[in-house]
């Protein structure tokens, strides 16, 4: 029996809620995080050990305020090694004819530019030129250093996307075997990724099963989350698993701006969220001889185990529930993938 006119409205209004509700998340995500950058404590140094480099560091710092955290290093050396590190974005180093700027762009391309607009007035004082020298520059089929996060890009679409057929079209499957296709989906997206990262793109030269290993953790824990979330959420899967894969996590991943350059909230949130642990993971393993690659590869783990947990109570639940399926399932299916909207 077809349904009155009325009742198909209602219908068609019903689902057009969840691509409101996502146009409104996506400008809060994304405008909240990327409107007004601005370097909030951004740690900065000013290469010299004399007074008049401390005088120096000192006079930025004050004018700068709340914006720069600014250190003195004792030489040029040292100053590399703490780029390197990240634990400063750029070093400042005094000289009265030829002033040099150090900055690191592979770990930030606009966090380098920021830097630079902060020193550049400083050498325009002394009427002399600033030399610019990038330390850490980015591999050259990346010249922007924002290929990674684009890589991220095509991961999240690739992984969350997958939970709505996993969710809908397998969802007369046993628990278990939609756990085996997630992690069989995981693996082709991490090897695809790789292919884009390596010889189709060249967006990184070195340090390849690294790559796809966190490519592999990063996908897995996706979509053996969503797979486990459906159980619960059903056709509003698709919106929760961009809530949490999509507008918190590329905004706060680092790829456009690092958290220095945020409000706090995603700032907050770039220190144990999952796509910050991939491309701050990659940035180590690739340009910054591995400085703190464990923390990031440990926030990947975590997700995972996360994302596991969420199946087996998910599939604990559906055990217990042990119904058989309700006429009109294949409808809703064919409903929840219809609703898997790309980014």
Request: charged letters at 15%; glycine letters at 12%.
């Amino acid at each position: 029996m077809r349904p009155t006119s009325g009742g198909a409205l209602r219908h068609v209004l019903t689902h057009l809620i969840t691509p409101l509700l996502m146009c409104v998340g996506m400008g809060l995500a994304y405008l909240g995080a990327f409107s007004q950058p601005s370097p909030h404590e951004l740690p900065v140094a000013v290469v010299g050990s004399g007074q008049s480099a401390r005088a120096l560091a000192h006079a930025i710092e004050d004018k700068a305020g709340d914006k720069l955290s600014v250190r003195t290093v004792a030489d040029r050396a040292e100053a590399v090694r703490q780029l390197k590190d990240q634990s400063v974005f750029g070093a400042y180093v005094p000289d009265r004819r030829a002033p040099e700027l150090l900055v690191a762009s592979a770990g930030s391309d606009t966090t380098a530019v920021a830097v630079e607009k902060t020193f550049a007035p400083v050498a325009a004082r002394q009427g002399t030129p600033l030399k610019i020298t990038d330390v850490v520059p980015p591999a050259d089929g990346d010249p922007t250093g924002q290929g990674i996060f684009f890589l991220l890009v095509a991961l999240s679409i690739g992984s969350y996307a997958s939970v709505a057929v996993l969710g809908g079209a397998g969802g007369a499957l046993p628990m278990r075997q939609r756990a085996v296709l997630a992690g069989a989906v995981s693996l082709a997206v991490s090897v695809i990724g790789a292919v884009f990262a390596g010889p189709v793109f060249h967006l990184v030269d070195h340090g390849m099963w690294g790559l796809w290993t966190m490519a592999w953790a990063y996908s897995a824990g996706i979509l053996l989350m969503g797979v486990g979330l459906h159980t619960f959420l059903k056709r509003w899967t698709t919106l929760g698993v961009m809530v949490l894969f999509v507008m918190l996590n590329f905004t706060s991943a680092g790829g456009v701006y690092r958290p220095e350059l945020q409000n706090g909230f995603f700032a907050g949130l770039h220190s144990f969220w999952n796509g910050a642990g991939f491309v701050e993971g990659v940035r180590s393993l690739v340009y910054f001889d591995s400085a703190g690659l464990d923390g990031h590869v440990w926030t990947l783990v975590l997700w995972l185990l996360a994302g596991a947990a969420v199946l087996a109570v998910a599939g604990a639940v559906e055990a217990r529930r042990a119904r058989p399926e309700p006429a009109g399932r294949a409808v809703e299916a064919e409903e929840e993938m219809e609703e898997a909207v790309g980014v």
